[in-house]
C-alpha cells in the first residue's frame, strides 16, 4: 500500500511539474507569499500600513519624483526589530520640498506646490537635529530624493508601498479563511458521510441552508453581525465557505468506507476516530487540496467585494478592494491606473490559485 501511495505522489508530482503554466502560477503565489511576509522591507514607505502621505504630492502619476526633508521627531521610540513584520514607528517629520538653500546655521527650503503662487520659503535650524553639528552634513544626510513608481493617492501616499503592504489582507484572508472550512468542512462532512441516516441528514440540511443563501449575502449579515473589522472578515468567509468541503468531503467518504480495508479496521474493533483520521481522510485528501485552493481564489474576490463595499478592512490599513473603492471614481477622471492596479493584483492572484487548483486536479486524477 505504502509504495503505492509513493507511486501514485510520484506520478502525480511530475504530471504537475510538465503543466508549465500551473508551475509558474504556483511560483507566482510563492513569491507574493514572500512579499506578504517582507512587505515592510520591500516597500518604499516601511511606516506601518504604509500610510505616510501628504497631500501637497496627492494624485502623482507613476514615476513621480520629489525632494524630501526629513527632521528627526524628538524622544521617538527606538527601533526594534519586529517593525521589520509590523511596521516601523514615525522617526521623521517628512516634508516634500522644490528647492532648498544653506543660510548660517539655517537650512531655507521651498514646500513642494503645484501652485507656483504658493512658493512661501520656511526653514529649520541647526537644533532641530539633536547631535548634529554641521548644517551641510546635515542637508546631504537628511535631504534626499524619493520617486514614487506607482505614483501616489489620494491622500499623497506611496502607491507601490500601500499595494505590497495590502498583498497581506488578500493571502491572510485566504488562509485563515480557508483554514476555518476546512475545519468546520472536515468535521461535518465525515461525520455526515461516516455515521449516515439521521446524523446524515442533519448535515444535508445544515448545508442546503446554508448552501441556498448568496455568499456576499451572508457574509455581508455575519460581518454586521460581528462588527465591522480585520478578523471578523476572516471569520464571516471562513464560515461561509465550509459546505463545499463537507460536500465534498461526504461524498468520497460515503464512496470510501464501502472499501474492503474499512470493513477489515471495523472488523478489527478500531474506534469510529482512528478509521476516520488514519484510514479514511487521508484517503480523500487530494479532492480536499483541490477544492481548497478554488476556495483560496472565492475568499481573496469575496474579501475584495467586502472592502470595496466598506465592510472590508478599515482605514487605514491597506486592502486591495478597499483600494479600487477610493480610486474608481478616477476611472473617468483620467487616472484609471489607480483602480486597474489593484484590480490587476486580485485578478493575477485569483487567477493563479484558480490554475493551480486545476492542474492539481489533473494531476492527481489517475484516470489521466
Known amino acids: 500500500m505504502s509504495n503505492t501511495r509513493a ?56 514615476g513621480f519624483e520629489v525632494l524630501l526633508l526629513k527632521v528627526p521627531i524628538q524622544n521617538a521610540p527606538e527601533f526594534r526589530f519586529s517593525e521589520y513584520f509590523f511596521g516601523q514607528k514615525a522617526r521623521f517629520y517628512k516634508y516634500p520640498i522644490q528647492s532648498y538653500k544653506i543660510s548660517g546655521d539655517k537650512i531655507i527650503y521651498v514646500p513642494y506646490s503645484d501652485d507656483s503662487d504658493m512658493q512661501i520659503e520656511k526653514e529649520v535650524i541647526l537644533s532641530d537635529f539633536p547631535n548634529e553639528k554641521n548644517i551641510r552634513k546635515i542637508a546631504d544626510k537628511y535631504i534626499s530624493s ?23 489582507i488578500s493571502l491572510s484572508i485566504g488562509f485563515v479563511a480557508v483554514f476555518i472550512s476546512l475545519v468546520v468542512g472536515l468535521f461535518f462532512g465525515s461525520i455526515g458521510g461516516y455515521f449516515e441516516g439521521k446524523t446524515d441528514a442533519f448535515v444535508m440540511w445544515l448545508i442546503n441552508i446554508v448552501w441556498s443563501i448568496p455568499t456576499l449575502l451572508l457574509v455581508i449579515a455575519i460581518t454586521l ?116 492596479i489593484p484590480g490587476i493584483a486580485i485578478l493575477l492572484l485569483t487567477l493563479s490559485f484558480m490554475m493551480v487548483g486545476n492542474t492539481l486536479r489533473d494531476a492527481l486524477d489517475v484516470k489521466k
Open 7 to 62: 507511486f501514485l505522489k510520484s506520478t502525480a508530482f511530475k504530471k504537475f511539474r510538465k503543466n508549465k503554466l500551473g508551475v509558474a502560477c504556483l511560483m507566482y503565489i510563492f513569491v507574493m507569499i514572500l512579499v506578504a511576509l517582507l512587505a515592510y522591507v520591500i516597500a518604499p514607505d516601511k511606516t506601518k500600513n504604509a500610510n505616510w502621505g501628504d497631500l501637497s504630492i496627492k494624485s502623482k502619476q507613476p
Open 146 to 168: 524619493q520617486k514614487f513608481y506607482l505614483g501616489t493617492d489620494k491622500s499623497g501616499r506611496d502607491y507601490l508601498s500601500r499595494i505590497i503592504v495590502g498583498s497581506r
Open 225 to 340: 453581525t460581528l462588527g465591522k473589522g480585520f478578523w471578523q472578515v476572516f471569520i464571516a468567509v471562513g464560515l461561509t465557505m465550509w459546505v463545499e468541503v463537507a460536500r465534498v468531503v461526504r461524498g468520497q467518504i460515503i464512496s470510501v468506507k464501502q472499501l474492503q480495508y474499512i470493513t477489515a479496521a471495523k472488523a478489527l474493533g478500531y474506534s469510529h476516530s482512528r478509521i476516520l483520521i488514519k484510514h479514511i481522510l487521508p484517503s480523500v485528501i487530494a479532492p480536499i487540496i483541490v477544492i481548497s485552493a478554488a476556495n483560496f481564489a472565492s475568499a481573496i474576490l469575496v474579501e475584495s467585494g467586502l472592502s470595496f463595499l466598506g465592510l472590508g478592512a478599515q482605514p487605514p490599513t491597506p486592502s486591495w478592494g478597499g483600494m479600487i473603492k477610493d480610486s474608481y471614481s478616477d476611472i473617468i477622471l483620467g487616472k484609471p491606473y489607480l483602480a486597474l
